[in-house]
């Protein structure tokens, strides 16, 4: 701003943030209980505090002017005047320059000091004391944005839930090491949006990107003074502005562009957002933004004592979701990404810290409802991680109807059955075709399952086969962080090895546990990088690492090509045949008067299995008929669904099964579409005749397509 504002109008309480109408920019800001609000803006680079507007229109609860001179690109922040008695749950402190919680952008590093702190750090009172420096030295400013943007046809691309495949990738890390991508778009959005990367996402064949969290957020002091940075991002300051770090060109069309890029490759765009705490943490934390305009209203604090905060989170506070403006902000937020961004859906960060109302998880309360009702929130895609660190948190299965869920039971069936452990195979089954026991009783489809063997937080599936503990010492925090429940087996030596057997069977593990996650019903999500053997050499909680240990290394060696090319080729047969993506649960009987039923269960002498033959504890080996004739579905078009006969065969036992194929009716024979024991997990080929025999090597899985069904 290279001229002083002289003009203030008294402006509207709504929108909230900083809007610009083309003539002026309105400023809008809910403090129920600040007294006195100072509207600071900065000269043009941001450096220097030019002018202070006290904000005196004040209408149910929300701080208001309108500047009729001011412009696009002006950069601002507030000073909120108010009690300071953490006591009583008040930390005003108008010596805090803080980020308006409606942004739209937000440039700018935090350099961290004491000052960021509302109190004296050290002082024997603690955050009882007073801190009267200045913090806007070492802060962040709010930037005014011009909302306009050529979007022209784009259109979302609307995939079905049923057809949904989820790639999990790191803005940042995804294209930091990509030889094709220009050096200076590394690492950003506009990486993210070159036809390199667009080209391998199609080719690859994946159907969505859920990119980690986007939202601006800081890196924590103490993350800092180790030389390391919070890179994950789970750690939000700003839930209406794209991360400044990720752009390129520092404008937020940058990150429209990308969006547009990914819809006109038929990709959708899914985020992971965080808004069960923020980035100022516990009652000893910093005072950058919602602590410093109203601590009492954004905050759940605790009845017992307001000084501290009620944590689901495990990262100090909990937004308070009880109170009306805090989830205004929330649903404006998500209503902004859809309709101003472009976003196709969500997926929440600790979802149960949403759902509490005094203190349990509701799953019919207010969050819920709120979203269910909204026109456009409720349209998109909504991923749900449905667990946090408070009790009764673990809510897998419970959320409601229009909900996705990250089903963390698959994730862990999957890897204790290929590891060998016994007496899984009931559970297997349950997870493999859609978690019929978690979700048909709310009278949820498949697609409510969100299945997943890695995500970003834990092993790689390369770590998986290769380490049986953690190995997180770069994190210097001793290996203490991290889970230490992964369910992995190294396979026989703990790390890297020349072992070519080892080296084979790791690679045999792999295969089994990325053709079982793209032919199970439900939602697969693939984690970026899995497909090309990348490794965080056994670091499971790399959260702090923003360098080559979390970056995705584009020159796979032979494994890598080899799941590459298996992972391709799973996605086209999954996507190919209907009969891997059902609309709606098996039920295990005759369809249509028919005498075939949808689903069979088969041990390794062809027959049926019994009730009895589920619980045994030594069973490793399950075959599963897939009836192509037994879809009871319709297209969008109302025609019946119709695809081929599979069987699926699975042996997690370390020997070689001869497993009987059953003997039906119409004799069929059956194609060999796929063994994982054969060049890292393509075809076979070959055909078995009607009640054949198949030799099911150890610890592999087969695909067989009957050939006269269809």
Not at 54 to 65: A, F, K, M, N, R
Not at 275 to 286: C, D, F, I, S
Not at 371 to 395: C, H, M, N, T
């Amino acid at each position: 701003m290279s001229q002083p504002i002289t003009v203030v109008w008294p402006g509207k309480p709504y929108p909230r943030g900083a809007t610009w109408d083309g003539l002026g920019v309105n400023f809008a800001l809910y403090s129920e209980h600040g007294e006195k609000v100072e509207l600071c803006i900065f000269a043009d680079k941001g450096r220097r505090e030019v002018q202070r507007i006290t904000l005196t229109e004040y209408t149910d609860q929300v701080w208001h002017c309108y500047l009729p001179e001011a412009r696009p690109g002006l950069l601002y922040g507030y000073r909120v005047h108010g009690p300071y008695r953490p006591d009583e749950g008040h930390r005003f402190n108008p010596n805090k320059l803080l980020l308006d919680p409606y942004a739209r952008s937000i440039v700018g590093a935090l350099n961290w000091s004491d000052a960021h702190f509302g109190y004296r750090v050290g002082h024997e009172r603690a955050d009882v004391s007073f801190d009267r420096r200045d913090s806007a030295p070492g802060m962040p400013r709010c930037r005014v944005v011009d909302p306009a943007f050529t979007w022209g046809d784009d259109r979302r691309p609307g995939v079905p839930w049923h057809e949904t495949i989820i790639y999990e990738l790191h803005v940042r890390g995804y294209t930091m090491l990509h030889p094709a991508v220009p050096p200076q778009l590394r690492g950003t959005y506009a990486g993210l949006a070159t036809t390199p990367v667009i080209e391998y996402l199609k080719e690859l064949g994946v159907t969505a990107v859920e990119l980690m969290p986007v939202h601006t957020f800081i890196d924590d002091r103490h993350l800092v003074q180790k030389g390391l940075s919070n890179y994950w991002g789970y750690n939000s300051i700003g839930y209406f502005a794209p991360h400044g770090a990720y752009s390129a060109n520092g404008d937020i069309t940058e990150f429209k562009t990308m969006v547009k890029a990914l819809h006109s490759a038929g990709l959708e765009v899914i985020l992971d957002v965080v808004y069960n705490h923020t980035a100022e943490g516990n009652h000893l934390g910093p005072t950058l933004s919602f602590r410093g305009i109203d601590n009492a209203s954004y905050y759940r604090l605790n009845p017992e004592g307001r000084r501290y905060y009620v944590d689901y989170t495990g990262c100090g506070n909990t937004l308070n979701m009880l109170q009306p403006n805090v989830l205004q902000l929330i649903m404006d937020s998500l209503r902004y990404w859809v309709t101003e961004m472009h976003v196709d859906g969500f997926r929440f960060d600790l979802a149960s810290a949403l759902a509490r109302e005094l203190h349990e998880v509701d799953r019919l309360g207010t969050f819920f409802d709120t979203i269910r009702q909204d026109p456009v929130v409720s349209q998109v895609k909504l991923i749900a991680e449905p667990w946090d660190l408070g009790e009764g948190g673990y809510q897998v299965g419970n959320f409601p109807a229009g909900w996705a869920e990250w089903n963390d039971k698959y994730r862990d069936t999957m890897r204790a059955y290929w590891k060998g452990d016994g007496g899984l195979i009931g559970e297997f089954a349950q997870r493999l075709t859609g978690s019929s026991d978690l979700y048909e009783p709310g009278r949820r489809r498949p697609h409510a399952s969100i299945n997943f063997i890695t995500a970003h937080d834990g092993l790689t599936l390369h770590d998986l086969v290769t380490y049986n503990g953690k190995h997180n010492e770069a994190n210097l925090e001793n290996n203490r962080d991290g889970s230490d429940n992964n369910l992995s087996w190294n396979c026989g030596t703990e790390g890297e090895t020349d072992d070519g057997p080892i080296n084979a069977l790791r690679l045999l593990q792999q295969c089994n546990m990325l053709a079982t996650l793209l032919l199970s019903q439900g939602v697969p999500m693939i984690v970026a990088g899995d497909e090309l053997d990348r490794s965080q050499s056994g670091n499971n909680n790399p959260y702090c690492q923003d360098n080559e240990l979390s970056w995705l290394t584009w020159n796979p060696g032979e494994r890598g090509h080899h799941l590459l090319a298996l992972v391709r080729r799973l996605i086209r047969l999954r996507r190919s045949h209907p009969v891997f993506q059902r609309r709606r649960f098996f039920q295990g009987r005759p369809i249509r008067g028919s005498g075939v039923k949808d689903i069979v269960w088969l041990k390794p002498d062809g027959g049926e299995m019994t009730d009895s033959e589920w619980q045994q504890s030594h069973a490793r080996c399950l075959g599963v008929y897939l009836s192509g004739d037994g879809l009871t579905e319709n297209d969008e078009r109302g025609r019946p669904v119709a695809d081929y006969t599979f069987m699926l065969l699975f042996n997690a036992h370390h020997e070689t099964i001869d497993f009987h194929l059953p003997a039906l009716p119409e004799n069929p024979r059956w194609l060999v579409v796929l063994d994982t024991t054969y060049q890292g997990g393509l075809t076979r080929g070959g055909v078995v005749g009607p009640g054949g025999t198949y030799a099911l090597h150890g610890r592999s899985l087969a695909l067989l397509q009957q050939q006269n069904s269809a």
